[in-house]
């Protein structure tokens, strides 16, 4: 039986489960669930536990979450939904604060977007031009941005570091990834707590 994670006796650990939402909400709701059997205070906008000030935008409600939070997990799908506020997506923004405040973070993306990536270099018209698709209910450019994002692919690879994006397709495949993540306090202590771990020396 997994270990509940308590690093502080007078308070859990707080993990922001990013605002991915649409279509998405059952495996969200179990992922959510399975973070709280772990012993974790999840942050979540879908499961209403992020504070909500009403004089804030839902972009900065949620931006506040993140700044709140003390580890990150941040999920791309290939839809990325409604959550707009003007030219920004707030799941985006949220994956970007987490990076910018150098909040641990972790990330999972669909396959449905790793393989769109891949195939969209590979497809070229006759013309020499790249192919471009109208963003729909079934797969949003914008993942790909994201995921682009999250691997760092505008920094060369040797010098990449935290540009880890797990990939997935069922919802067990994500909870394999979670639990090997989460279950483990120690493994959490050291990552929120790098100077008092060996590898922090």
Not at 58 to 77: P, Q, S
């Amino acid at each position: 039986m997994a270990k509940r994670l308590n690093v502080e006796p007078e308070r859990k650990v707080k993990i922001m489960v990013g605002s991915t939402v649409y279509g998405f909400e059952d495996q969200l709701s179990q992922i959510v669930a399975q973070l709280n059997t772990l012993g974790y205070d999840v942050l979540n906008s879908h499961y209403g536990s992020i504070k909500v000030n009403p004089n804030l935008s839902n972009l900065d409600n949620c931006l506040k979450a993140v700044a709140e939070c003390d580890l990150f997990l941040g999920i791309i799908r290939p839809y990325c939904g409604t959550g707009n506020i003007g030219e920004k997506s707030i799941t985006f923004e949220e994956i970007k604060e987490a990076i910018r405040l150098k909040k641990p973070y972790w990330f999972l993306v669909h396959r449905d977007v790793v393989y769109t990536r891949l195939l969209l270099k590979k497809m070229k018209l006759k013309s020499g031009d790249e192919v471009t698709f109208t963003d729909n209910r079934l797969f949003d450019k914008l993942s790909i941005e994201m995921y682009e994002y999250v691997i760092k692919n505008h920094i060369p690879v040797t010098l990449r570091n935290g540009n880890w994006a797990q990939e997935f397709y069922r919802l067990d495949e994500m909870m394999v990834y979670i639990n090997s993540q989460f279950t483990h306090k120690d493994f959490i202590n050291e990552v929120m707590n790098p100077k008092n771990s060996n590898d922090g020396k």
